[in-house]
């Protein structure tokens, strides 16, 4: 495998193959290190199921049981009934045989299926303490192992299969001053969002942010509300006889107004000094676009048609399918713009786009400003890209290897063809800033970026008003201390909701207007606030640092931090009451 990716597509499937077995490798280390017994774990799992299976069984017994109790005690009422009501005035033979199926039915009720219920529910419940008990044993069992799995994990597999991809820590208050004062990174797009989780690092050099924010934006919601009109009117037939009429008209009234929605979105931030001067945006095709089809062609003439208008300024390339599946009409610089995108690119671009087996297809939107290249791809936006380690956590150990293997290889392919679009731009493998060459050493201090991820980690609701009926909007300023904690001030916007009526007037089939009362809700902002105390782990990276050793440095860390604390990517914090 070369160092260089130089075709994304055709080189995932080798990277794939490296990072399972780079998977597997890791859970078996965890695994030794963790001392569970596979074998016992799994005989112990297959009691359970057994345990499971005959406690399903029993409570199929029980519900046929149940059924036949109430049937028997239905049949018994009806035979009381009978008795009651007709007597022997009608015949001593139906009343006779009320009599006899009656009593037979208590007596077997009584004798027979009372005491079978008693004793199914009675075994019921045993094979149910019995499971419980059991299942806490698994969980015990493989406590030693879920307690092995740490933020770094997934991190590390990363690096070891793609070796000039590398992940901080923390995002630190370093790597972001270096978007933004080398790479042009404007800070206005932090003020009105939240960071729900950050990853941070390098690709051959060159910084990369992959972020997952939360930010509000005022929509409309539709209230409605109904009135109900009645009347009466006077009507006289031909006889002159008079006739009172009732009528009744149901009213109904709507009102749009504001409502707060909240939009998650996760964005792959990328800075490379390639092409300083491009700028464009290309969004995703709403198609597949196959050469041969309709849409395919009108595209093109469109494109074409924009080329031939010389104030537009703009080249087309050759390739006529990368301009049609990548369109960027919108493209400031094309002498940069085909440094950029040499052919190798353009047929990279393609595949990536065209492909739905191994990646994702035509998911992306990718805009460039200058420095900066920011990608938005569907296929990361729901999933749990923030490698929380209790997704790992489970009793079956045999689930437990599914589980953290699948998942891990699902997200690097996530994170794989997240980066794809760059990875088939060779400039930006052969570009690398001086700090990568040369090494500049950073002293690690964790941004506020990390401070907002942190805090919606522990959760809103720690944070938010308590007339708070929205999401909250966390924002974060920091204090250090001489001893080295942070104390973060967290601010939680949100909205509380205020009841209104609105009177809305309409026409009634009588004649007359009436003012239909509509219910609404204002909101209004609101702020709560709570502290943050952490102290980051300014110690170097071992990535070859054994499960054990890891799990005993951070227990460490916990206990000296003090109670109710988390550790979280090298971060100790816990909630200042």
């Not at 049981?65 to 008795?83: D, E, G, Q, R, S």
């Not at 075994?123 to 299942?135: H, S």
């Amino acid at each position: 495998m070369t160092e260089d990716i130089l075709s994304p597509l055709e080189q995932f499937q080798a990277y794939k193959e490296k990072f399972r077995e780079v998977a597997e490798k890791t859970f078996d280390e965890l695994t030794a290190a963790s001392g569970v017994d596979p074998e016992a774990n799994r005989v112990l799992c297959k009691e359970i199921q057994d345990l499971k299976s005959n406690n399903k069984k029993t409570s199929t017994a029980l519900t046929w049981w149940t059924v036949l109790c109430v049937f028997m005690w239905i049949v018994t009422a009806v035979c009381v009934i009978i008795c009651v009501t007709n007597g022997f005035e009608a015949g001593w033979i139906i009343p006779t045989i009320s009599i006899v199926v009656g009593v037979s039915m208590l007596v077997l009720l009584f004798w027979k299926i009372h005491p079978i219920i008693k004793k199914c529910k009675s075994i019921k419940k045993e094979l149910e303490e019995l499971i419980k008990n059991k299942e806490q044993e698994t969980w015990d069992m493989m406590a030693p192992l879920n307690r092995l799995y740490d933020w770094g994990v997934f991190n590390r597999m990363m690096t070891q299969t793609v070796p000039r991809l590398e992940f901080d820590p923390y995002f630190t208050n370093q790597r972001l001053a270096d978007l933004i004062n080398s790479y042009g990174w404007d800070e206005n797009f932090s003020k009105e969002r939240s960071v729900l989780f950050s990853h941070s690092g390098l690709i051959n050099g060159n910084p990369f942010v992959i972020a997952r924010t939360r930010k509000m934006e005022w929509g409309t919601k539709e209230y409605t509300g109904e009135l109900v009109v009645k009347w009466t009117t006077v009507e006289y037939d031909s006889e002159g006889k008079k006739h009172t009429r009732h009528h009744s008209e149901t009213l109904r009234a709507s009102v749009h107004k504001p409502y707060p929605e909240y939009f998650d979105k996760t964005r792959l931030i990328y800075g490379n000094t390639a092409a300083p001067d491009l700028n464009f945006t290309r969004e995703k095709n709403d198609d597949e676009l196959a050469v041969d089809s309709r849409s395919y062609k009108r595209k093109l003439k469109e494109i074409e048609k924009f080329s031939r208008d010389l104030k537009n300024d703009f080249a087309m390339a050759t390739n006529e399918e990368f301009e049609v599946l990548f369109t960027t009409t919108n493209r400031n610089n094309n002498q940069q713009y085909f440094l950029l995108f040499t052919p190798l690119a353009q047929e990279n671009m393609i595949n990536i786009i065209r492909d739905k087996e191994l990646g994702y297809g035509d998911d992306f939107q990718f805009m460039k400003h200058r420095k900066l290249n920011t990608l938005t791809a569907d296929h990361m936006q729901e999933l749990p890209l923030d490698m929380n380690p209790r997704m790992f956590w489970n009793c079956n150990y045999d689930a437990a290897k599914q589980v953290f293997i699948e998942t891990t290889c699902e997200n690097f392919r996530a994170i794989y063809f997240g980066f794809a679009p760059l990875l088939s731009i060779p400039m930006y493998q052969q570009i690398r800033p001086a700090s990568a060459i040369y090494g500049i050493d950073m002293p690690r201090q964790s941004s506020y970026w990390e401070h907002e991820s942190l805090a919606n980690f522990w959760g809103e609701d720690k944070f938010a008003d308590a007339s708070c009926v929205t999401h909250s909007i966390l924002k974060t300023t920091e204090n250090r201390k001489d001893d080295g904690t942070v104390e973060v001030q967290v601010r939680a916007y949100g909205y509380r909701a205020e009841p209104r009526v609105d009177y809305i007037s309409k026409y009634c089939s009588n004649g007359n207007y009436y003012d239909v009362p509509v219910q609404w809700d204002e909101y209004i902002p609101v702020m709560g606030t709570g502290t943050l105390e952490m102290q980051e782990d300014t110690t170097d990276e071992q990535p070859d640092l054994d499960p054990i050793t890891r799990l005993q440095e951070t227990t460490q860390k916990l206990n000296a931090f003090g109670e109710n604390s988390v550790f979280r990517r090298h971060i100790t914090s816990r909630i200042m009451q």
